[in-house]
T-cell receptor, first 112, second 117 residues
Framework: LAKTTQPISMDSYEGQEVNITCSHN???????ITWYQQFPSQGPRFIIQ???TKVTNEVASLFIPADRKSSTLSLPRVSLSDTAVYYC?????????????FGSGTKLNVKP | DTGVSQDPRHKITKRGQNVTFRCDPI?????LYWYRQTLGQGPEFLTY????????KSRLLSDRFSAERPKGSFSTLEIQRTEQGDSAMYLC???????????????FGPGTRLLVL
């Protein structure tokens, strides 16, 4: 089972850059790394996905080192509305699907 | 709105009753997943459909749980003889999976929150 390990919680202040690192030592060769954001009483929302090196979209960047045993989600200039739980996922399926292991995630608390 | 929808959003039932939840995936998505989430924990995988075929079931899915996806469109999750331990958020997700590609993004619905009294 390709489990992930993340910090349980992090605090930040508005306007700061936040980096959340996830370790996934047993990631399979062809698995992708995906990050989700979840607010209370809502379903997880896709943030970003990558395989190696760096991926950037309009809300975040994802840094993946060459050995792919960890990844770092970078949120630039966070605001209070970024307070949420962030999950790092890797696939754990066979040839036909990805059975994600969510873990407990990282609870990010953004302060004014 | 073309996202994943779930119905109902909330359900309160008495122990021993049966409940059924519905999920409507994004229309062109061939894969559909059910997860369960309890307070303070991440979602836990329950079951997965590729089109209408149920290809995987978690050990968490006891005999009281059954899921269907007739015609590969919407899906239903039924819990028979509910127990208080079934109280949780039930999440549905869908994705477009392509043969041979592991890159896949699952899009989640808002969930159905179940409370068993």
């Amino acid at each position: 089972l390709a489990k992930t390990t993340q910090p349980i919680s992090m605090d930040s202040y508005e306007g700061q850059e936040v980096n959340i690192t996830c370790s996934h030592n047993n990631i399979a060769t062809n698995d992708y790394i995906t990050w989700y954001q979840q607010f209370p009483s809502q379903g997880p929302r896709f943030i970003i996905q990558g395989y190696k090196t760096k991926v950037t979209n309009e809300v975040a960047s994802l840094f993946i080192p060459a050995d792919r045993k960890s990844s770092t989600l970078s949120l630039p200039r966070v605001s209070l509305s970024d307070t949420a739980v962030y999950y790092c996922l890797v696939g754990d399926g066979g040839d036909n699907f990805n059975k994600f292991y969510f873990g407990s995630g990282t609870k990010l608390n953004v302060k004014p | 709105d073309t996202g994943v929808s779930q119905d109902p959003r909330h359900k309160i039932t008495k122990r021993g009753q049966n409940v059924t939840f519905r999920c409507d995936p994004i229309s062109e998505h061939n894969r559909l997943y059910w997860y369960r989430q309890t307070l303070g924990q991440g979602p836990e995988f329950l079951t997965y459909f590729q089109n209408e075929a149920q290809l995987e079931k978690s050990r968490l899915l006891s005999d009281r749980f059954s899921a269907e996806r007739p015609k590969g469109s919407f899906s239903t999750l039924e819990i028979q003889r509910t127990e208080q331990g079934d109280s949780a958020m039930y999440l549905c997700a869908s994705s477009l999976g392509l043969p041979g590609f592991r890159e896949e993004t699952q899009y989640f619905g808002p969930g159905t929150r179940l409370l068993v009294l």
